[in-house]
Nanobody, 115 residues
Framework: QVQLVESGGGLAQPGGSLRLSCAAS????????MSWYRQAPGKERDLVAY????????NYTDSVKGRFTISRANAKNTVYLQMNSLKPEDTAVYYC????????WGQGTQVTVSS
């Protein structure tokens, strides 16, 4: 069965960095777009970024452009989200998803940006 397991979340100070990872299994990873979403308290789940099968196409929501980078390692069935220059408004649960739009989801990893 499809499994997506996120890791790497935690507490970061404003201006700091975190790197999220999502380990995928149960499907042919290299055949799918992959995406990251986030959900802040009291808000809807929103797209953060997505990446094509070979990584040639990426796209980001405007609020993270220039700060976040999505990448993937098909040999490791893993997708990453490098988050730099973090802001308090980046605080959310971050979810990895198969495809764009996503059809399977991980359990999420909490990212908290606070001094």
């Amino acid at each position: 069965q499809v499994q997506l397991v996120e890791s790497g979340g935690g507490l970061a100070q404003p201006g700091g960095s975190l790197r999220l990872s999502c380990a995928a299994s149960g499907f042919s990873f290299s055949r799918y777009y992959m995406s990251w979403y986030r959900q802040a308290p009291g808000k809807e789940r929103d797209l953060v970024a997505y990446i094509s099968q070979l990584g040639r196409v990426t796209n980001y929501t405007d609020s993270v452009k220039g700060r976040f980078t999505i990448s993937r390692a098909n040999a490791k069935n893993t997708v990453y989200l490098q988050m730099n220059s973090l802001k308090p408004e980046d605080t959310a649960v971050y979810y990895c998803s198969r495809g764009f739009p996503g059809d399977y989801w991980g359990q999420g990893t909490q990212v908290t940006v606070s001094s």
